[in-house]
């Protein structure tokens, strides 16, 4: 069947129509164009268009214009030979509903003559793009949704630049060159029809804007042969990418690296990178993205190696977790760390805002754990930390000091160790490191939550443990705001708020045996007692420990000595009963010998 003659020709139809090609050729000189709601199906054979060319603006070469046409399209070829030579050229356009896309779009073919570019928009079923005579470039001039397999062939070039680019067909082979660097392009794998691989011996312009998953059955970048592909952005709205090391982020010079993992609305599980992909910002530095996921999240293969972001922006109502070492945090935007809504829990790790100019933004979210910010000169900052009950901030008000300096707030939900009387302090503790710096400090508590019913919230002092004794701060408490101030501090370690008269109760588990050495003493000699006092493990001192050992009535004018050892101290010498004041450090222990006569008239059991 053939169709026209002239560049200008075009086969279309009415509202209703129906194509059905089964097999065979059918050519046609310039468009298949139908504007109205019309059906296509296809099952076979070969759909030759733009033999002679087409010369339209506007209007496609290949095109179902209509938002509701149906493309049924089960096997055989759709073969474009001549680009569009209209003003504004167009060389596919299918906009219809896709029933089925099994079949092949190739763009040019032996014939094509002088103009190598075609431009396409909408839904593709497989697409290769012919290099046979010479190479050709196919171009988005719109987004373009590809339900089928994608073949850029040896030598040519698939233009994607300022587009969206849909990728749902099980293979994407790229032995030529993809291109899409421009603002707003993304290279977008969304799956719904299985697994997709993205293979190829060819190469992707650097950088690509955005390289995209969202595909729950996963992408593969493979063989490992396969070229890296250098991108700007790496978005995970489901499952996840397999063979990330092929995955480069950033390009260096100027550029930024970007991670996103989740979207608002997720609906799906976010899985990531399989290993860690190559980051290499420029000056834009990394920003990582924690969007809104089913749960939270563990750090993993998207933190880069240096652990150095210029953002870090969580999204996600979910927790998230620190793992692998500190972070640093380091840009100079408003919101460089926004914490959302969500805890950040630090663990052992430390996460560091290292910026003069950057903010620290958040709705109810703040960090659980260690919360480090640097200093480059007098001024206020607010640490924004908190423990699993609740939000606790520190203000830390840096009044003089060496500059740069960096401060160290963690919240402890615990009364601080040791405290006595255990009813007048709070069930909260700080611990605050600020080298260098005089401050004044700011700590919030939690109303009615850190309050024990025995205590008077208007009687709460400030104290710091220096050592093992609490030192009274004083301070200027704010009950109705539930903090209080503590002003000129230049030591730093543990604060925590309690009533006047709070001590240091040393705690240890001390240890003490007593022996003779023998089953049976005869009246009118001597017996020897071996008493040792010690505190093997502490976890405090014990110092100033009474020891004390009533001989019994048959001994008659017993006399002792006493040997400390690993620190530990005791009166050298005695006679009479033991009551001696001892100090027993960690792992120090004291031993009493003593020599006790047994009176000549004693009988029955000797007891000590």
């Given at each position: 069947f053939n169709q026209g003659t002239l560049a200008s020709h075009s086969m279309r139809g009415g509202t209703g129509a129906v194509f059905t090609f089964e097999g065979g050729t059918l050519n046609f000189a310039a468009q298949f164009s139908p504007q109205n709601a019309v059906t296509y199906n296809q099952s076979g054979g070969t759909v030759n268009v733009g033999l002679v060319g087409n010369s339209q603006s506007n209007f496609g070469t290949f095109e179902l214009f209509s938002g509701t046409a149906s493309f049924n399209m089960t096997g055989g070829s759709i073969i474009i030979h001549q680009a569009s030579t209209g003003a504004t050229p167009i060389d596919f356009q299918n906009l219809g509903t896709v029933v089925a896309a099994t079949g092949t779009v190739q763009v040019g073919s032996t014939s094509t003559a002088t103009n190598f570019n075609f431009r396409l928009r909408g839904r593709l079923p497989n697409l290769v793009i012919d290099n046979t005579t010479n190479a050709k470039t196919a171009t988005a001039t719109a987004q373009l949704t590809i339900f089928g397999s994608t073949t850029i062939n040896t030598g040519t070039t698939f233009v994607i630049d300022g587009q969206v680019c849909l990728i749902l067909g099980p293979t994407f082979t790229n032995n030529g060159t993809l291109t899409g660097t421009t603002v707003g392009t993304r290279f977008y794998f969304l799956g719904g029809q299985g697994p997709t691989t993205y293979t190829g011996t060819g190469t992707v312009t650097a950088p690509l804007t955005a390289f995209e998953v969202d595909n729950i059955a996963g992408v593969t970048i493979a063989p490992a042969t396969v070229n890296s592909i250098v991108a700007s952005r790496f978005n995970?709205?489901?499952?996840?990418?397999?063979?990330?090391?092929?995955?480069?982020l950033g390009n260096g010079g100027a550029t930024t690296a970007v991670v996103q993992l989740g979207l608002t609305g997720v609906t799906q599980v976010v899985n990531g990178f399989d290993v860690p992909p190559v980051f290499n910002a420029g000056t834009g530095g990394v920003i990582l993205i924690y969007a809104p996921e089913l749960t939270g999240r563990t750090t993993g293969n998207e933190m880069p190696p240096s652990r150095t972001l210029t953002t870090l922006n969580i999204l996600n109502p979910n927790d998230i977790t620190v793992a692998g070492g500190d972070v640093t945090v380091n840009g100079a935007g408003a919101g460089a760390l926004s914490l959302g809504t969500a805890r950040l829990i630090t663990g052992a790790n430390v996460v560091y805002f290292n910026s003069a100019a950057g903010t620290v933004t958040r709705v109810t979210g703040y960090v659980l754990g260690n919360f480090r910010k640097s200093y480059a000169a007098?001024?206020?900052?607010?640490?924004?930390?908190?423990?699993?009950n609740g939000y606790s901030p520190v203000d830390v008000n840096a009044t003089a000091g060496t500059f740069p300096s960096d401060v160290t707030v963690t919240p402890v939900q615990a009364k601080a160790p040791n405290i006595a009387p255990q009813g007048g302090a709070i069930d909260r503790h700080w611990n605050v490191t600020a080298p260098g710096v005089t401050a004044d400090l700011?700590?919030?508590?939690?109303?009615?939550?850190?309050?024990?019913?025995?205590?008077?919230?208007?009687?709460?002092?400030?104290?710091?443990?220096?050592?093992?004794?609490?030192?009274?701060?004083?301070?200027t408490l704010n009950a109705a705001a539930n903090n209080i101030l503590g002003a000129a501090i230049g030591t730093f370690g543990l604060f925590t708020l309690a009533e006047p008269g709070a001590v240091f109760l040393q705690i240890s588990d001390l240890g003490i045996t007593k022996t003779d050495g023998v089953v049976s003493s005869v009246a009118g000699s001597t017996t020897t007692y071996t008493i040792v006092a010690s505190n093997p493990v502490g976890p405090d001192p014990a110092n100033g420990v009474t020891v004390a050992d009533t001989f019994p009535a048959e001994c008659v004018a017993p006399t002792w000595t006493c040997v400390g050892a690993a620190g530990g101290t005791c009166t050298a010498a005695g006679a009479g009963n033991i009551n001696d004041l001892v100090d027993l450090p960690i792992g120090a222990s004291v031993t009493y010998t003593a020599q006790s006569p047994i009176s000549a008239a004693a009988v029955g059991n000797l007891v000590n």
């Open positions: 995970n709205f489901s499952g996840g990418l397999t063979g990330s090391a092929k995955l480069t007098v001024g206020t900052k607010t640490f924004e930390v908190g423990t699993v700011t700590f919030t508590y939690l109303d009615p939550t850190d309050l024990p019913v025995t205590l008077t919230e208007a009687n709460l002092v400030l104290y710091r443990l220096d050592g093992m004794t609490y030192t009274n701060l004083g301070g």
